[in-house]
């Protein structure tokens, strides 16, 4: 099959390679499923750059919609040929961006969800649950989402808003208006956003969520709180935290169950997480270059079957 990975660490144009290799073998609790889509993310380019050391090669593509084509030892309600979407494991030899891929965790793709738009959900569902829990959001709480514009920024908006708080969010101008139809009252995050968010909010917000962490504002952001650990940030783990905010716990669990449930919201046209282009796995250069520019202005999928 063909598969794109690296083997050895580095700059991602430079090191990754698209191959051809066996099919992994399922191991126990695993499915491996034929790839349809499968959707690139910063996480693919930081396991190039060395996020976790040990065995090479490593594959990347940890987003994936596909039909399931084997079962390891134990695996149950899951049939061959049912459609499934989920996130595939960082640290094997081959991942999500191949014509197979084995996964550890995945959720029925529901009728009416098709596998692009399947394919963004995992990554930006995850981790946008998982930031919104850490930040101790609530019912009636003013929230602003910084970084609106970013797959975990927009996913986090619906979220918030269906939490029942007040969304303001920075975005540009790509996503503004589906992010005001989302719910949010949206504002640039470029120069004087302090001040438009508190002009907005009416004073200082309850909380804030920096989903766009490569922004480096986070002096910015405490100034739209009463207190710094108001903020919540998905700083790269190990980060030093001289400014006092919520870091998160080192140990809060993933929230993959999410991704079932927003599955299947997206299947009935209730959420989404914005697509920016489809692309040839051969193509793969150009989706990450885009990415790499760190303006996507949404997920980049990869097409594969
Ligand atoms: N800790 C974790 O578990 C975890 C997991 C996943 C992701 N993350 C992190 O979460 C962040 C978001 O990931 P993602 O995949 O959703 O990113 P992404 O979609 O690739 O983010 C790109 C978008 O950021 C927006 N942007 C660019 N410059 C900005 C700025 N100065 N301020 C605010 N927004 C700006 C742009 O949208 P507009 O200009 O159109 O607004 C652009 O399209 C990344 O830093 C990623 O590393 C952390």
Redesign the pocket.
């Known amino acids: 099959m063909r598969t794109l990975r690296f083997h050895e660490f580095g700059a991602p144009l430079d090191v990754l390679r698209l191959e051809d290799t066996a099919p992994p073998t399922p191991g126990p609790g695993q499915i491996r499923v034929v790839v349809q889509t499968c959707g690139l993310?910063?996480?693919d380019w930081?396991l190039c750059d060395g996020l976790f050391p040990g065995d090479l090669p490593r594959g990347i593509g940890l987003e994936v919609s596909g039909t399931v084509d084997a079962l390891g030892d134990g695996v149950t309600g899951v049939e061959i040929g049912e459609p499934v979407l989920g996130p595939a494991p960082f640290t094997g030899p081959t991942a999500g961006a191949s014509e197979q891929a084995l996964l550890d965790i995945w959720f029925p793709r529901p009728p009416g969800l098709d596998p692009t738009a399947a394919a963004a959900l995992p990554?930006?569902v995850?981790?946008a649950c998982?930031?919104l829990e850490q930040l101790g959001i609530r019912t009636g709480d003013s929230v602003l989402i910084?970084?609106?514009?970013?797959?975990?920024?927009?996913?986090a908006v619906q979220m918030a808003v269906r939490h029942g708080a007040r969304v303001i969010a920075?975005?540009?101008?790509?996503?503004?208006d589906a992010l005001r139809a989302a719910g949010a009252e949206v504002t640039g995050?470029?120069d004087g956003m302090v001040e438009r968010v508190r002009t907005l909010a009416g004073g200082a917000v309850d909380l804030t969520l920096d989903?766009?962490?490569?922004?480096n504002?986070l002096p910015d952001l405490i100034r739209t709180v009463e207190a710094p650990a108001h903020v919540f940030s998905?700083?790269?783990?190990g980060s030093t935290n001289e400014l006092g905010i919520n870091l998160g716990r080192p140990d809060a669990p993933l929230r993959h169950e999410a991704i079932g449930e927003y599955a299947q919201l997206a299947s009935e046209g209730r959420f989404s997480v914005p697509v920016?282009g489809t692309f040839a796995l051969e193509d793969w250069r150009t989706a990450a270059a885009a990415?790499l520019s760190?303006?996507?202005?949404?997920?980049l999928v990869l097409q594969i079957s």
Do not use: Q
């Open positions: 993310t910063p996480a930081a990554m930006a995850e981790t998982r930031g910084h970084g609106a514009g970013t797959t975990v920024g927009y996913a920075t975005a540009g101008k790509t996503y503004a995050y470029g989903a766009a962490p490569f922004s504002v998905f700083a790269p783990p920016a990415s760190g303006h996507a202005h949404g997920k």
